[in-house]
């Protein structure tokens, strides 16, 4: 996980007092590799069920480090929805060419739909990763 890190192998700074974590670039990549993300989703399987504010703070930090974006239009009372921007996509070292930001366009007809199988998926993860 080097490609947040400097020659001193510290934290990357991206701005004069944001220092970002190796457990911030694991919820980037988790968002990266759900496409899309809810707070809920990255709160179970980085965070734990009772840290929801963790979670929210981590996901703001991102947010305003411009490596996550909220994706607009949804109502007062729907849950925000992460997706790894073009910087984040960059300083992460994931594909920056037009096909892979082509495939990773947002698709609002099937957005429900996929949110719906990423609870799913966030579901196994979490439960392979339970001992018994």
């Given at each position: 996980?080097?490609?947040?890190?400097?020659?001193?192998?510290?934290?990357?700074?991206?701005?004069?007092?944001?220092?970002?974590?190796?457990?911030?670039?694991?919820?980037?990549?988790?968002?990266?590799?759900?496409?899309?993300?809810?707070?809920?989703?990255?709160?179970?399987?980085?965070?734990?069920?009772?840290?929801r504010s963790r979670a929210q703070t981590r996901l703001s930090i991102l947010r305003q480090a411009g490596l996550l974006e909220v994706?607009?239009?949804?109502?007062?009372?729907?849950?925000?929805?992460?997706?790894?921007?073009?910087?984040?996509?960059?300083?992460?070292?994931?594909?920056?060419?037009?096909?892979?930001?082509?495939?990773?366009?947002?698709?609002?007809?099937?957005?429900?739909?996929?949110?719906?199988?990423?609870?799913?998926?966030?579901?196994?993860?979490?439960?392979?990763?339970?001992?018994?």
């Amino acid at each position: 996980m080097s490609s947040m890190k400097n020659d001193a192998n510290r934290p990357v700074r991206l701005r004069r007092q944001l220092t970002l974590t190796l457990r911030d670039e694991r919820v980037a990549r988790l968002v990266d590799t759900l496409g899309y993300a809810t707070v809920a989703q990255v709160q179970l399987l980085e965070f734990g069920e009772g840290n929801r504010s963790r979670a929210q703070t981590r996901l703001s930090i991102l947010r305003q480090a411009g490596l996550l974006e909220v994706l607009p239009g949804r109502m007062p009372n729907e849950p925000a929805i992460y997706v790894v921007s073009r910087k984040g996509r960059e300083v992460l070292g994931l594909g920056t060419s037009p096909e892979d930001l082509h495939s990773r366009r947002v698709q609002y007809a099937r957005l429900r739909h996929t949110i719906a199988i990423n609870d799913c998926r966030v579901r196994i993860i979490r439960a392979t990763r339970q001992p018994g």
